[in-house]
């Protein structure tokens, strides 16, 4: 019998996310199984998922409870839909969320990280509005920002490539600078320099007045802009200002969310409470498509003041609660508790930061951040940006570890289940490509 899958013969009609078709085709990189930690790749190598997935596999590949889950949902309710009826699960699985959530109330369920931040940037104007500040309008973000692709998101975020094609997008968006700086180069953790960098939304207030800005978008610690951990006491003093003004302070929670930093979400670990955030990926442990935003209490209850039969918000996805998801969610959600996979995580970082910066000194190596699981080795720029981070990446993946490259940097973050052995083995593929 062939064990192996069947493998496309023409790879021209998936029009690939984030990808360059023509380099895609000349070297096509085909992954067809996943295991744990590890996936298999077309040609039967077994590799090291060292961004497991794309910062969502937290438990690791092929957790049997949680397809055993989704595999009985199917074949009990395959959908319902949540528009003014829903079904039990999709209560049940927010009762779950918000119970690891201290401060908050509420999700509004939807199927992506994308969707999750453009639904809180909605949910932040209309609750200004509700509130009769209707023109608290602009929105905050930051450079190096990713907050998906949609359009709000975009807006916000701030790498530019993902902007450029787009044209003038949300127009009352704004952005603080981003916050790597040269001083604190191979910081372990939270970085000593850049507080003053919240001042940046202190300038915006002074530019624009409070009562125009409606809420400040960050990631705890940014991402895909390159994992750049905030510096100490930059989120407390975004928070402080918020609380001084009534900007609604948002935490893209996305990677930080399900144990990543070790804690249930990223500012349990940090220590500053958002008003709202937002999740996705390790939701699900990335089985089924899904993501949310928490809201504080009172965020929800100041949009209800019209008749008894109108709806809260005006937004919501056809497959917000999707049975499908619910049921990935709580069997993950008891897979991180029954496994104590965001313990694991918090010791699993310690050992992680000493593997990462042992790294330190090999030719080219030019910065090494870390926070929680998430760590990123940057190099130097040579002739193109990108070149030499895209020149590291194919020798690692051909090696067999899966790392992100981001522009010179690359970028890990593996599932939260990660032991010692494998992190001396992504040390020593780094070592050997770096070396040679
Ligand atoms: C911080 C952050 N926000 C939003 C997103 C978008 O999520 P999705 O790709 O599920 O739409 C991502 C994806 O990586 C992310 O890192």
Redesign the pocket.
């Known amino acids: 019998m062939n064990e192996r899958p069947n493998l496309p013969n023409d790879l021209d009609a998936f029009w690939m996310p984030f990808t360059s078709s023509r380099a895609f085709k000349a070297n096509p990189r085909l992954i067809v199984g996943a295991e744990g930690c590890h996936y298999i790749a077309a040609d039967g190598r077994r590799m090291i998922d060292g961004t497991g997935g794309?910062?969502c596999s937290n438990a690791g590949h092929g957790h049997p409870k949680i397809t055993a889950a989704i595999q009985k949902q199917a074949a009990t309710m395959d959908f319902a839909h949540s528009f003014g009826q829903s079904h039990p699960l999709a209560f049940e699985v927010t009762s779950r969320l918000v119970a690891l959530a201290p401060g908050f109330d509420q999700v509004f369920l939807t199927n992506?990280?994308?969707?999750a931040?453009d639904t809180a940037l909605k949910i932040a104007l209309a609750y200004h509005t509700a509130r009769g500040e209707a023109g608290r309008r602009i929105l905050v973000g930051r450079e190096r920002a990713?907050?998906?692709?949609n359009f709000g998101?975009v807006s916000v975020g701030g790498l530019v490539a993902n902007k450029q094609q787009f044209g003038t997008l949300y127009p009352d968006s704004q952005h603080m600078r981003q916050t790597q700086l040269p001083e604190n180069a191979f910081s372990r953790g939270l970085p000593e320099h850049g507080a003053y960098l919240a001042e940046d939304l202190q300038r915006l207030v002074d530019l624009y007045g409070a009562q125009r800005i409606a809420a400040v978008i960050v990631?705890p610690v940014a991402?895909?802009g390159g994992v750049l951990p905030p510096p100490k006491g930059y989120l407390e003093r975004l928070r402080e200002i918020c609380d001084e003004t009534g900007i609604l302070l948002i935490f893209?929670e996305?990677?930080t969310g399900f144990g990543r930093l070790g804690t249930a979400f990223g500012h349990q670990k940090l220590g500053v409470t958002p008003d709202l955030f937002?999740v996705?990926?390790g939701i699900t442990n990335a089985t089924v498509p899904m993501?949310g935003v928490f809201a504080r209490p009172g965020i929800r209850d100041a949009m209800m003041t019209g008749p008894e039969w109108m709806p809260d918000l005006f937004h919501g996805y056809t497959y917000s609660g999707h049975p499908l998801a619910c049921a990935a969610s709580l069997a993950t959600l008891d897979v991180y508790r029954d496994e104590g996979i965001f313990e694991q995580a918090a010791k699993a970082a310690l050992l992680w930061e000493d593997m990462l910066h042992s790294l330190k000194g090999l030719p080219g190596v030019v910065d090494i951040r870390n926070c929680g699981l998430m760590g990123a080795v940057q190099m130097e720029v040579s002739a193109t940006v990108g070149e030499r981070g895209r020149e590291v990446y194919d020798k690692l993946w051909d090696r067999g570890l899966i790392v992100r490259p981001i522009g010179d940097n690359l970028a890990m973050s593996p599932p939260l289940v990660i032991t010692e052995t494998l992190m001396a083995e992504i040390a020593d593929h780094f070592t050997s490509v770096l070396k040679r």
């Open positions: 794309l910062w992506s990280g994308s969707e931040v990713y907050h998906g692709i998101g990631e991402g895909a893209d996305v990677i937002t996705a990926k993501g």
